[in-house]
Structure formats: structure tokens, C-alpha cells
């Protein structure tokens, strides 16, 4: 019941339907990280740390614990869907805020088109006379149907993916550590700390491709209208999801990293088939292996994390449109599935127009990846900066380590990832920001100046509810 006021307060009406308990949230966080995500990065990852991949996952687990506590925040004071756009609107002011949303907007629409674009060139590649955008038109038609349905039957869904990856992420584990122990792979610290190699810009170079795995805890946040308990329960579900999948990703890329059959390779020509953790995979148990991750990682990609990927952009859709910010069609709420309907469709025909597209270019995973890296950096920095405006500065907190210190720390690791990153994403990342200076100017234009509802909640009323219940 106070979960529902706690929206009320706002000037919105529950919409939306609260059916996601602690669990739920957990599977849904570590579905859209995918607990073997590196797998289809890790060659990547490596030759731009120099070797020292299981290091820039450890530091890139960090990085994003000190976005954690700002989320954590952040949706305590203003529990609703929508993420940054929500938090920077309401924390800072609305112009900052539809700037911040059109920015993770570019992660969030991005994100479902290359997940399904990964998956659908993987299975291709397993299966041949299946071509890439039959698996993509396959791929988006399934998780539509099943994000349209309810949030409940997505739960069910991912619940079911998540113990299927978590099997074979078990299997690799137990015959890779067998195969090290045995002598088949070389033991060594290096993967985490190698001296002939070790720059921090290296390091921070490719971990702002290893954050591409961990940037799924901040869509739990996006479902803070829909969880049991509100944003008491997003708080928890963040750092648990951030927990168990940093111990997760760093298990997996050491022992691959002490599997791989030509580091020197590895290293001086990269990994442009992307097979570098299967070869890995080959080494330790053998084809199969290989073959059994491979498929894994595309089925993963494509069916679970690009459906929670959907659910979360769809909210995004949802929470700027009802605040007039995008066209008012994507606020629609189906009343018989409580999902909002509009929001979902859309993002499945972008997704699918995206990895059609990309498909026929070559360097279409790169560009798509590189993007959404730098969509997301730049939002979680406007985070930090939010935290610190609303509860420091309007609120007057006297809590300096949670309100200065800690999005302080997570602002200055975030920048220098940025600033380390990919040139071209630079380019294109601030061209999409330019885009949205424009579209935020022909709001002005058009008489829609951004506005929040209830910005100033009436706390009397909120005293009055906690003495009734």
C-alpha cells in the first residue's frame, strides 16, 4: 500500500503492475549482465589490457559499485521508473534531466539491437543454412510475445535462462580449473597484475569495454514501479547482482586467460573472429566445450538478457513519454497485462530495423558497442553529479561519505574511463548529445518545456499516511 503512495505523491497513478519480489530482481540483474557475457568479449578484452583481463573486470566491478550507491540513492528519494532521466530531472532540474534520459536513451535503444545482432551472427555461424536475420526476426519475435504478455511470465522466463546459463557457466569452471590443475594450462597471476604490460591507460581502455558486462544492474532500477517493497528492494537487488556477477566474470576470464593457446598472438593481432574464449574453452575439455559456450553465449544474448533489455528500454519509453517528453502514444498502459504495450512494440520493431541494418555492415558490432559504452559512462557520471545536487546541496545532508564522497570517487573513475575511450565513440556519443541540445531547444520552441510532476511532494500528507498505517 505505501509502495503505491510512494508514486502518488508524485502526481502518477500506479500503472504499472507490483508483482516483482527480491528474487525476481535478482534474476532480472543478472540475466541482462548475463553471467557469461565475457565470454563473447573476452578476446577483446584481453589484448586491450595487455593480458590483464580478470584485472580490468576487478576494476570495472568497482567503477560501477560507486554507480550502485549513487542509484541506491537516488531511487530512495525518488522511487519510480525511468532511471537517470528521473534522478537528474528531479535532482538537478528537468532540462539536465531529459538531457541525462536522451543519453541513456542511447544505451537503452541500442542495446536490445546489438545483443540480438551478436546472437543472431553466432547461431548463423553454428548453424549455417539458417541466415542472420531469420535468427534476428526469431530472436525479437519471442521476447516480444513474452514481454507483451506480463511482467510476471518475463520473470518466469528469465528465472528459467538464468539456470541454464548458470549450468554451463559451472561446466566450464570445473573443467577449465581441472584442466589447469593438470597441467594442460599454464597457472599464473597474470591475468590480474602482469608488469611487462601494466599502464592504467591500457587498463582503462579495456575497461570500458569490460563495463559493456556489468551494465545491466542499473536497468534493475528501471522496475521500481513494479517491484514488491519499491525501492527498498532496488537498493539490495543492485548490490547483489553487482556482488555475485564480479566474482562470477573474474572466475571465468582468469581461467580462460591461463587456457589461451597463443597469448603472444592473442595480443599483438587482438581477436577479430571472436572465438578467443572458445579456443580457451578447446583447450581445457576439448570441442565440445568449445561448442557447448559458444552456443550458450548466443542463446543468452538473444533470448534472455535482449528481453530484460527490452523491458527496460520500454520503461524508459514509458517514463519520459507520460511526462510529455516523447509522443504520449509510447505512455499507454495495456490495462489487461499492465505492461506498457506501445513502448514494448516500438522497441521490438527498432531492435529489429537496427540489427537488420547493422548486419550488413561490417563493423556494425563494433560501432553498436562502442556507442552504448559511452551513452551509459556519460549518464552514470550526471548520476553522480544528481546525488550530490539533490541531497548536499537542496536537502542540506549532513551525510558527506554517501552524498560527497562515494559519487565524488565513482565521477573520477567514471571520467577517466571516458576520456580513455574509443575515439569514435567520443565522436559519435557527443553528435547524439548535440541531437538532444537540439530537440531539448525545439521543446522550448513548442511550448513543451520539460516538467516533472511533483517535485516538491507534500511531506504533511506522507506524516498523515505513515500515522494511518
Not at 549482465?33 to 589490457?49: C, D, E, H, L
Not at 555492415?361 to 557520471?381: C, E, K, P, T, Y
Request: proline share 4%.
Amino acid at each position: 500500500m505505501y509502495d503505491q503512495y510512494e508514486l502518488a505523491r508524485y502526481g502518477y497513478r500506479q500503472e504499472l503492475s507490483r508483482q516483482l519480489r527480491l528474487r525476481d530482481l535478482l534474476a532480472y540483474g543478472l540475466v541482462y549482465m548475463v553471467p557469461i557475457a565475457p565470454m563473447a568479449i573476452f578476446g577483446s578484452v584481453y589484448a586491450g589490457s595487455g593480458g590483464m583481463v580478470a584485472l580490468a573486470y576487478a576494476i570495472g566491478v568497482v567503477a560501477v559499485v560507486f554507480t550502485a550507491f549513487s542509484y541506491a540513492q537516488m531511487v530512495k528519494a525518488f522511487p519510480m521508473s525511468g532511471s537517470v532521466y528521473n534522478y537528474a530531472g528531479r535532482g538537478i532540474s528537468p532540462p539536465v534531466g531529459f538531457l541525462a534520459g536522451w543519453v541513456i536513451l542511447l544505451d537503452y535503444v541500442l542495446v536490445p539491437g546489438l545483443l540480438y545482432l551478436v546472437a543472431s551472427v553466432a547461431m548463423h555461424a553454428t548453424v549455417p543454412s539458417v541466415p542472420v536475420w531469420l535468427w534476428l526476426l526469431g530472436f525479437v519475435a519471442v521476447n516480444t510475445v513474452v514481454n507483451s504478455v506480463g511482467i510476471r511470465m518475463t520473470a518466469v522466463v528469465t528465472r528459467i535462462m538464468l539456470v541454464s546459463e548458470l549450468i554451463v557457466l559451472a561446466i566450464f569452471i570445473a573443467v577449465a580449473a581441472w584442466a589447469v590443475a593438470s597441467g594442460k594450462g599454464r597457472f599464473s597471476w597474470e591475468a590480474f597484475y602482469n608488469p611487462d604490460t601494466f599502464t592504467w591507460s591500457v587498463v582503462a581502455g579495456a575497461v570500458s569495454i569490460a563495463v559493456l558486462s556489468f551494465l545491466g544492474f542499473d536497468g534493475i532500477s528501471m522496475l521500481a514501479e513494479e517491484a514488491k517493497g519499491g525501492s527498498r528492494q532496488i537498493g539490495r537487488a543492485m548490490a547483489a547482482v553487482l556482488g555475485l556477477a564480479g566474482v562470477l566474470f573474474i572466475a571465468q576470464t582468469w581461467l580462460a586467460a591461463m587456457l589461451v593457446p597463443d597469448p603472444g598472438a592473442l595480443l599483438t593481432d587482438g581477436d577479430p573472429s571472436g572465438t578467443a574464449f572458445y579456443d580457451a574453452a578447446q583447450a581445457a575439455g576439448g570441442g565440445w566445450l568449445a561448442t557447448v559456450c559458444a552456443v550458450a553465449t548466443a542463446v543468452a544474448w538473444g533470448l534472455p538478457n535482449s528481453m530484460v533489455a527490452q523491458v527496460a528500454t520500454s520503461r524508459l519509453l514509458y517514463a519520459m513519454a507520460r511526462d510529455r517528453q516523447l509522443p504520449a502514444f509510447l505512455a499507454k498502459v495495456s490495462i489487461r497485462r499492465n505492461v506498457p504495450i506501445n513502448a514494448t512494440l516500438l522497441t521490438g520493431v527498432v531492435s529489429l530495423a537496427l540489427g537488420l541494418y547493422m548486419a550488413t555492415r561490417s563493423d556494425g558490432i563494433a560501432l553498436l558497442s562502442s556507442l552504448i559504452n559511452f551513452g551509459a559512462m556519460v549518464a552514470f557520471l550526471v548520476l553522480h553529479v544528481s546525488v550530490v545536487v539533490h541531497h548536499l546541496i537542496r536537502q542540506r545532508s549532513g551525510n558527506w561519505w554517501a552524498h560527497l564522497v562515494m559519487p565524488a570517487v565513482g565521477f573520477v573513475i567514471l571520467a577517466y574511463v571516458v576520456v580513455n575511450a574509443n575515439i569514435a565513440a567520443q565522436r559519435l556519443g557527443l553528435a547524439w548529445l548535440a541531437l538532444g541540445v537540439l530537440v531539448l531547444a525545439g521543446l522550448y520552441l513548442s511550448g513543451r518545456r520539460p516538467a516533472l510532476s511533483g517535485l516538491a511532494p507534500a511531506q504533511p500528507q506522507q506524516r498523515d499516511f505513515e500515522r494511518v498505517w
